[in-house]
């Protein structure tokens, strides 16, 4: 499952470099519809269509990211559930310079429909800084 495990954290860099690079299609094709998250928000079910319009007319845009600790399981051939840290800095749609840098730690549950990928639920937990 090595391998495997790999594409699975490949796929989740991926998606996060698509919300930074504001494209909505790259995100949408990762995604099985509908889709599950949880975050401070809230919890929410959503469409393609959701996401979209999230992604292109919410308040926030991710401006950079890392991520870390990145463990994955298999609980069966066609699922698999990965959790990771991630440093995310958010700025104000429109802006370009300030923002907020939040650590967090997320899971993020994938499933394999006709031999591809697809993210169905994703979960974020503000994380505690720790310091060194």
């Not at 600790?69 to 429109?94: C, I, K, S």
């Not at 006709?114 to 937990?125: F, I, L, N, P, Q």
Request: glycine share 6%.
């Amino acid at each position: 499952m090595l391998n495997a495990s790999q594409t699975i954290k490949d796929l989740e860099q991926k998606f996060w470099q698509s919300i930074v690079d504001q494209d909505a299609d790259t995100a949408i094709g990762l995604l099985t519809e509908p889709a599950l998250m949880v975050s401070s928000h809230g919890a929410m079910k959503f469409s393609h269509e959701d996401y979209r319009r999230m992604a292109t007319q919410g308040p926030m845009v991710l401006k950079s990211f890392e991520l870390s600790d990145m463990q994955v399981v298999f609980p069966n051939d066609t699922t698999a559930v990965l959790t990771y840290h991630a440093r995310q800095t958010m700025v104000e749609r429109g802006k370009t310079h300030g923002g907020t840098t939040q650590d967090v730690n997320d899971t993020s549950t994938w499933v394999q429909t006709d031999g591809e990928w697809k993210c169905a639920a994703h979960t974020e937990t503000p994380a505690q800084r720790v310091s060194h």
